[in-house]
């Protein structure tokens, strides 16, 4: 079982920045793709940004320039350090990772949720 443990959602206004953090845990013998997707009321759940074992990056065209992934194999984190947020920002962020867990099979873990809200 792998689990995934969010943080550093909160209020900012627009213009303001939030770094999130996701650690993974349990018996994980590799991880491929880490990524963090959201949700705004109303709207379907997006990918935002990710990042793979090779510290290659994708981001969503809303957020280039102004979010950036990175990753800490060793501590099993994702980070997303985000600036110049904008009310559209405003969403519950979640964690995904992938990977193999110990007994050699796949997974495909969610965080909980954090949630960013970017005041105008």
């Known amino acids: 079982q792998v689990q995934l443990v969010e943080s550093g959602g909160g209020l900012v206004q627009a213009g303001g920045s939030l770094r999130l953090s996701c650690a993974a845990s349990?018996?994980?013998?590799?991880?491929?793709?880490m990524g963090w997707y959201r949700q705004a009321p109303g709207k379907q759940r997006e990918l935002v940004a990710s990042v793979t074992s090779g510290r290659s990056t994708a981001y969503a065209d809303s957020v280039k320039g102004r979010f950036t992934i990175s990753r800490d194999n060793a501590k099993k984190t994702v980070y997303l350090q985000m600036n110049s947020l904008k009310p559209e920002d405003t969403a519950v962020y979640y964690c995904?990772?992938?990977?193999?867990?110990?007994?050699?099979?796949?997974?495909?873990?969610w965080g909980q949720g954090t949630q960013v809200i970017v005041s105008s």
């Open positions: 349990g018996s994980i013998l590799g991880i491929d793709v």
């Open positions: 995904n990772t992938q990977g193999i867990q110990g007994t050699w099979r796949r997974f495909d873990s």
